[in-house]
């Protein structure tokens, strides 16, 4: 059977209160698509208003530390996170390995933290331009996927995201043949680190999806849904990603 279609805008670093309401916005069309699952993850400083503006919308975070609590300077623990309102959190997106050297090994951690402050996770996966042109996507996306992976996981709490780094905001999307392909590469992988239960863990698709190639790329075998940056910020680009997600 296939996985419900889950649909999760990252907000990166953009959003004050002024934009609440673009996430009640988005948060009613989400609830006119009951057969998708829709959420937002705005900055932190926004969590709280919109758990408490939104009841029953998926807020997440986009990051959290791996460690309980301490001396880390600026960082945020799952907890805490957790007590504003989010109900997941993103972990290991590129930008973040990039901008912040987070490693395979501090993703996985901080996945494994999520889960045991009952949080989801959705660790970000992804070859850069150079990667993929050497012919090296499939192996360094599936050896990330590897070191990333934690331990304990399961379909309830655990989530996947593809986002090659070559995509992230430049308009440009994979074919959907390559889509197709790492995303079945991914599906072996999982089950290769996990066994019986991996067929539901939900695979989404990052990069440049908009409300004119959402439809095409969520009818990729193996595309459980999308991780959206841009295209998440309005009701009026967001919602009809949600809207293709809900005619499958
Ligand atoms: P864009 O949709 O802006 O390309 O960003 C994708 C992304 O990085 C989501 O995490």
């Known amino acids: 059977m296939a996985n419900r279609k889950y649909i999760v805008g990252n907000w990166k670093m953009n959003g004050l209160q002024a934009q609440l309401s673009d996430i009640a916005e988005i948060a009613a069309v989400a609830a006119a698509?009951?057969?998708?699952?829709?959420?937002?993850?705005?900055?932190?400083?926004?969590?709280?208003?919109?758990?408490?503006?939104?009841?029953?919308?998926?807020?997440g975070a986009q990051d959290c530390h791996f460690a309980a609590k301490g001396a880390h300077t600026g960082c945020l623990s799952t907890a805490m996170i957790k007590e504003a309102g989010a109900t997941y959190s993103i972990v290991g997106h590129s930008e973040r390995r990039a901008d912040q050297q987070e490693s395979d090994a501090d993703v996985k951690a901080k996945a494994e933290a999520a889960h045991e402050a009952g949080l989801g996770a959705i660790i970000c996966v992804g070859e850069t331009e150079e990667e993929r042109d050497a012919g090296e996507a499939i192996d360094v996306v599936c050896v990330q996927l590897s070191r990333s992976f934690p331990d304990g996981a399961s379909a309830d709490w655990l989530t996947i995201a593809y986002e090659p780094v070559w995509a992230i905001g430049t308009g440009r999307v994979p074919s959907v043949d390559?889509?197709?392909?790492?995303?079945?590469?991914?599906?072996?992988?999982?089950?290769?680190?996990?066994?019986?239960?991996?067929?539901?863990?939900?695979?989404?698709?990052?990069?440049?999806?908009?409300?004119?190639?959402?439809?095409?790329?969520?009818?990729?075998?193996?595309?459980?849904?999308?991780?959206?940056?841009?295209?998440?910020?309005?009701?009026?680009?967001?919602?009809?990603i949600i809207e293709a997600a809900g005619a499958f």
């Open 33 to 59: 698509h009951p057969t998708v699952d829709a959420g937002i993850c705005p900055p932190v400083t926004l969590i709280a208003a919109a758990s408490q503006a939104s009841p029953g919308f998926a807020i």
């Open 178 to 240: 390559d889509v197709a392909e790492m995303h079945a590469a991914i599906r072996t992988k999982l089950a290769e680190l996990m066994g019986q239960g991996s067929d539901a863990v939900r695979i989404l698709y990052g990069g440049s999806m908009n409300g004119g190639n959402a439809a095409e790329l969520l009818a990729v075998p193996n595309v459980d849904g999308g991780l959206v940056g841009g295209a998440s910020l309005t009701a009026e680009k967001f919602g009809p």
